[in-house]
């Protein structure tokens, strides 16, 4: 990955985002955020146990939850669970 990394104050919704994943699976942590420029999205690197998972969300999305709340927070959930819940996603990482 090529894209640079970003703190959590840097990205739109980040507390959001924690809190769903944490509602889905509590044992899954961000440990790393990146910014795409040239699809605008935002990349997260989740780890439980030893796998990680790369997803990407839309910073329109996490732009429209600071104002739609139900609709976008509706669509953030969908997102997470299609990533977190596809076994596909989430690949051992290398001791």
Not at 35 to 40: K, R
């Given at each position: 990955?090529d894209d640079p990394?970003?703190?959590?104050?840097?990205?739109?919704?980040?507390?959001?985002?924690?809190?769903?994943?944490?509602?889905?699976?509590?044992?899954?942590?961000?440990?790393?955020?990146?910014?795409?420029?040239?699809?605008?999205?935002?990349?997260?690197?989740?780890?439980?146990?030893e796998k990680m998972?790369?997803?990407?969300?839309?910073?329109?999305?996490?732009?429209?939850?600071?104002?739609?709340?139900?609709?976008?927070?509706?669509?953030?959930?969908?997102?997470?669970?299609?990533?977190?819940?596809?076994?596909?996603?989430?690949?051992?990482?290398?001791?």
């Amino acid at each position: 990955m090529d894209d640079p990394l970003v703190t959590e104050d840097r990205v739109p919704s980040y507390e959001k985002v924690k809190e769903k994943i944490g509602q889905i699976d509590n044992t899954i942590i961000i440990i790393r955020t990146f910014y795409n420029f040239d699809n605008l999205t935002y990349r997260f690197q989740l780890i439980k146990k030893e796998k990680m998972c790369v997803m990407e969300i839309p910073k329109g999305l996490l732009d429209d939850l600071k104002n739609d709340g139900s609709s976008a927070e509706q669509e953030l959930t969908d997102i997470l669970k299609l990533y977190i819940e596809n076994s596909d996603c989430w690949t051992y990482v290398a001791r």
